[in-house]
């Protein structure tokens, strides 16, 4: 059974930047054969994707709304994938998730607030 658990959020102001971390367990392979996503749910508001990492060959998608800003990577040996935040905006608070696309398994989420 994978398990996610995020970490890394917090209260910063615009123009800042987090570094969220998300450590898996339970995997039958190494991370970097898995495709890892982060989403995110802001209040009242449906939860929407903001980046992906395919496994393998680590191609790399982004919400255009987070596109230039946000950077999704990965450290296999230590199970963790990251999202490195930069130029932080009100809009961007919610509550971010990490995801194991193949099992579909969520994190408990990680809130991130963005004061202007």
């Known amino acids: 059974q994978v398990q996610l658990v995020e970490s890394g959020g917090g209260l910063v102001q615009a123009g800042g930047s987090l570094r969220l971390s998300c450590v898996a367990s339970?995997?039958?392979?190494?991370?970097?054969?898995?495709?890892m996503a982060w989403f995110r749910q802001a209040p009242g508001k449906e939860r929407e994707f903001v980046a992906t990492?395919?496994?393998?060959?680590?191609?790399?998608n982004y919400a255009d709304s987070v596109k230039g800003r946000f950077t999704i990577s990965r450290d296999s040996a230590k199970n963790t994938v990251y999202l490195q935040m930069n130029s932080l905006k009100p809009e961007d608070t919610a509550v971010y998730y990490c995801?194991?696309?193949?099992?579909?398994?969520w994190g408990q989420g990680t809130q991130v607030t963005v004061s202007s």
């Open positions: 990492i395919s496994g393998g060959i680590n191609n790399v």
């Open positions: 339970g995997l039958t392979f190494s991370l970097s054969m898995y495709t």
């Open positions: 995801n194991h696309r193949s099992t579909s398994s």
